[in-house]
């Protein structure tokens, strides 16, 4: 029967590809849902709160709920808005997040699509979303959004260096450009934590991963005490849950790649590499809410300066310090 | 008075700050991380409900007295005439000392809750009671009437109104008589 | 660009409204607007008898309706001569305490939730929250107290009513270190308030500002020891004073004003002796003919009540200085120059309750 199947697909590639399109487009639609849920009940509790409660068991459903909510939503575009980017943000910002689930290693043999450039197919394509964030804020016509997509920009393109630099730094280390060949080498050598160059990288991945999903102490561009909600104000409907879904897939992919690049993947005794995986992003997703709802937001100059004045140089000087101590 | 300096910064220094906010932010995660394993306070209204203290400021009510089965009020207007707001209006029956009322309302779309009505009442007739669940989608049921109101609903007001018609009239046969007394006595 | 903040915006407190002329990030004029809320209260007061009034002033800084009441009725007494029994003045002491600390808490909340620490707020309501249950127990409501009467208070304290504020009390100084932790010593937070939104001495005193925001500047101005009303002069606090007029000042001045308050409880619930609580008045309460001017320490700064009696039953006029209003004014001064994130922080430090400015 698997056989059957398995030849099935090989002999039709094409429908193959549809079919891990289709797979990974639901994933990323589901995922989101998943980590809303747990963000908000975990909200709830550290703030001495209950968190959602009444659909479904424990609130389990709620997600569910909003989204079904969001979809049967009335869809407002709002007058003067320059409709054609208007329309198209939110799906670029989706693909985006898609696109990088395409080539991400969930366990031996489990990726869409091997390839052997992965890191910088990843750092090329997750750049689409700072397009998608300008698109938002620029075309829909709202100062507020114009000044949250113009926080974006600066600060996702500042943030992006750094993190480039500390993902360089693994690459270097263990020369490899291949995601499952990062990880293959973490099998063999031990997790690239332990290494001294790599556990800066890390650090300063952390520190860029957060300005890049736009979470506390780096929500500028969405901080709604000022800016209202930032770039998607004028979202609705939809539109909006499509931003909401790609950003917090986004949160779950940036956690994954760092566990692909710093926690040896699907490494790990006893349980089979699939869950390995589920665990090692969860728990690192679970410390990044618990980072959102402790400390306040930065200012843009603050926020910039502390790119420039000290990531970019200290991953620069990282990065030479794991060319000098890499394998090859 | 203490006059003091706020406590102050150094200069910038990328690195001192940022170690700094490393170790500060693990402090203010410490906080948070405690506050996890808190007992939660929420309250899930309205399947559960906070109890009430005894001097809360509800809906009102009029007190019903068992010994005498009548309402306490006697009309005399005292809180209406204490209410900064006019919320008060009561039509009264008889006079003297079996006075009461027939009609109590207080529209309490202008109440404050501001507890002078009661305050003024010198015959602890009316009272705020625990209820605090007045939300309403239309208008017109924020006017109370004494059905409303009376401790024991209608039929306490019902009872209320014969007791005082019934006093009003034994008074009232009362009257003669001893007026007729008072004639006699003065004849003699 | 020209952008319109509020008036319903999520951190402008009520419903003020700010056009705000901008360049990039960068706020070149601001202009408020208020007045959303206006009701005439000073109008109103003027065709009601006196008594009538005291509630309200609940309705004019909602977030500490207690420092109002005491203010209109203090107004009052010192228009008709009337005596306050000892026991009442303790008792009112003792409310006022614990209004300002509800009322520092929302500040505290609120502007940690301007400043993107959300959980602040959570905390900081929580803890209000049990101020409000022991406020409630006391006075039978939560927001709108109306629970001082010309001549004392209405009613003497519930039983046992001493025994929780000192529990409270003990908690609450335990969460205040938690707030530190969390907040006053996070970098970010020190980053976000330091050098921001400066007022100098001079232009605080130019702008008559009062409260936290001019004890923030350097002036050591409190009503509680300037003019001691109650039995303020009889407790023994600190009043901290600042030299730097930044937010960071604003907000360190009223974090030290909690403690502050906490210790006057202490002593107030130890010093407090037995008696009545109020003094009989007539039913018809006629002052004589004259001016009466009354300020107390509200939470927010100066609160001030002028009543002109004319011997008649209505007061013929009334005017309310609110600080909330006063202090608001050096705010389009403050705002030139900064930014757009920091308008939320100076603005919140300020602290202004909308109910009191447009009365
Ligand atoms: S509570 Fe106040 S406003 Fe309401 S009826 Fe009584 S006196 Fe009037
Ligand atoms: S409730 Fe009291 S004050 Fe009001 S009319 Fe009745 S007896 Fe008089």
Redesign the pocket.
């Known amino acids: 029967m698997i056989e059957a199947i398995t030849q099935f697909f090989t002999q039709h590639p094409l429908l193959w590809a549809f079919v891990k399109a289709v797979v990974l487009a639901s994933f990323t639609l589901v995922i989101p849902l998943a980590v809303i849920y747990v963000e908000r009940k975990i909200a709830g509790f550290i703030q001495s709160r209950l968190g959602p409660l009444h659909v479904g068991p424990q609130g389990t459903f709620q997600t569910a709920a909003d989204a079904l909510k969001l979809l049967l939503k009335e869809d407002i575009v709002p007058e003067g808005a320059d409709k054609r980017f208007f329309y198209l943000a939110p799906y670029i910002a989706f693909v985006s997040t898609v696109l990088c689930f395409m080539v991400l290693p969930f366990a031996p043999g489990w990726v869409a699509l091997e390839m052997n450039v992965a890191v910088l197919f990843i750092i090329g394509v997750s750049l689409f979303n700072v397009v998608s964030i300008l698109m938002a804020g620029w075309s829909s016509n709202n100062k507020y959004s114009l000044l949250g997509g113009l926080r974006a920009v600066a600060q996702l393109l500042s943030y992006e260096i750094p993190m480039v630099l500390s993902v360089l730094a693994v690459v270097f280390y263990t020369g490899s450009l291949s995601l499952t060949g990062i990880i293959e080498y973490q099998v063999k050598h031990g997790w690239n934590i332990w290494h001294p160059p790599i556990m800066i990288a890390a650090l300063i991945y952390f520190i860029c991963a957060l300005a890049e999903i736009n979470r506390t102490p780096f929500d500028l561009p969405e901080a709604e005490s000022e800016l209202v909600s930032g770039f998607n104000t004028e979202y609705s409907g939809m539109r909006f849950a499509f931003f909401f879904a790609s950003e917090f897939a986004n949160n779950f992919f940036i956690t994954a790649f760092a566990a692909a690049l710093f926690f040896g993947g699907w490494d790990g005794p006893v349980l089979p590499p699939i869950v390995w995986t589920f665990l090692k992003v969860f728990v690192m997703i679970f410390v990044f809410m618990w980072l959102r709802w402790t400390p306040p937001r930065l200012r843009i100059d603050q926020i910039l300066r502390f790119a420039w004045q000290l990531l970019v140089p200290v991953s620069l000087a990282n990065l030479l310090f794991a060319i000098a101590l890499g394998v090859r | 008075m203490s006059r003091q300096r706020a406590m102050r910064d150094t200069e910038y220094n990328p690195l001192v700050y940022f170690i700094d906010g490393l170790v500060t932010l693990f402090n203010g995660m410490v906080v948070t991380w405690r506050n996890l394993w808190r007992p939660k306070i929420t309250v899930r209204y309205p399947y559960q409900r906070r109890p009430v203290p005894p001097r809360y400021?509800g809906l009102?009510y009029l007190k019903w007295n068992e010994e005498k089965q009548r309402l306490n009020c006697v009309g005399c207007t005292l809180?209406a005439q204490?209410?900064?707001?006019?919320?008060?209006s009561m039509v009264k029956l008889g006079k003297g000392t079996h006075a009461g009322v027939s009609e109590f309302t207080?529209d309490?779309g202008?109440?404050?809750?501001?507890?002078?009505?009661?305050e003024?009442c010198p015959f602890d007739a009316?009272y705020?009671g625990p209820n605090y669940e007045l939300a309403s989608e239309r208008r017109d049921v924020s006017l109370f009437r004494i059905a409303d109101l009376a401790q024991g609903g209608e039929e306490a007001v019902r009872k209320n109104i014969e007791t005082i018609e019934r006093l009003l009239a034994e008074e009232e046969k009362a009257k003669p008589a001893h007026a007729a007394h008072a004639a006699g006595g003065q004849s003699e | 660009m020209v952008i319109n903040v509020g008036p319903q915006h999520p951190s402008t407190h009520g419903v003020l409204r700010l056009i705000l002329t901008l360049d990039g990030e960068q706020i070149l004029a601001c202009e408020p607007v208020i007045g959303y809320l206006h009701r005439g209260l000073e109008k109103m007061m003027e065709r009601r008898p006196y008594r009538h009034n005291i509630?309200f002033t609940d309705r004019l800084d909602y977030l500490a309706a207690l420092s109002n009441n005491l203010a209109i009725c203090q107004c009052i007494e010192r228009l008709g001569g009337v005596e306050v029994p000892e026991r009442a003045q303790y008792i009112r002491v003792l409310l006022m305490e614990l209004q300002r600390i509800a009322s520092h808490l929302v500040f505290l909340g609120t502007f940690g939730t301007d400043l993107g620490a959300t959980t602040m707020f959570l905390y900081a309501f929580r803890e209000r929250e049990m101020v409000l249950d022991l406020l409630e127990e006391c006075t039978g409501a939560r927001l709108t107290y109306?629970w001082v009467r010309v001549g004392g208070v209405p009613d003497d304290l519930p039983e046992g009513f001493g025994q929780k504020v000192l529990d409270f009390v003990k908690l609450f100084r335990q969460r205040i270190e938690e707030y530190d932790m969390l907040l006053t010593r996070n970098r970010i937070f020190r980053s976000r308030t330091q050098g921001i939104g400066v007022i100098p001495k001079e232009t605080a005193l130019a702008y008559g500002c009062s409260g936290p925001v001019a004890r923030a500047s350097g002036i050591p101005y409190d009503i509680r020891k300037v003019a001691p009303y109650e039995v303020y002069n009889r407790v023994e606090f600190d009043v901290p004073v600042f030299e730097d007029g930044d937010v960071w000042a604003r907000y360190l001045v009223r974090m030290e004003e909690l403690r502050q308050s906490l210790r006057i409880i202490e002593q107030v619930l130890r010093d407090m002796p037995d008696g009545p609580v109020q003094t009989k008045l007539p039913k018809i309460f006629k002052p004589p003919a004259g001016i009466a001017y009354s300020r107390v320490e509200s939470p927010r700064g100066e609160l001030s009540f002028m009543m002109v009696s004319d011997g008649g039953a209505n007061p013929v006029r009334v005017h309310i200085r609110a600080p909330s209003f006063v202090n608001l004014s050096v705010l389009p001064r403050l705002l030139e120059g900064a930014k757009v994130a920091d308008l939320v922080a100076i603005l919140g430090s300020i602290d202004v309750v909308l109910g009191e400015i447009d009365r």
Request: aromatic share 8%.
């Open positions: 400021r009102f809180c204490a209410c900064p707001t006019d919320v008060i207080m309490l202008r109440c404050m809750f501001c507890n002078l009505c009661v003024a009316i705020m | 509630p109306n």
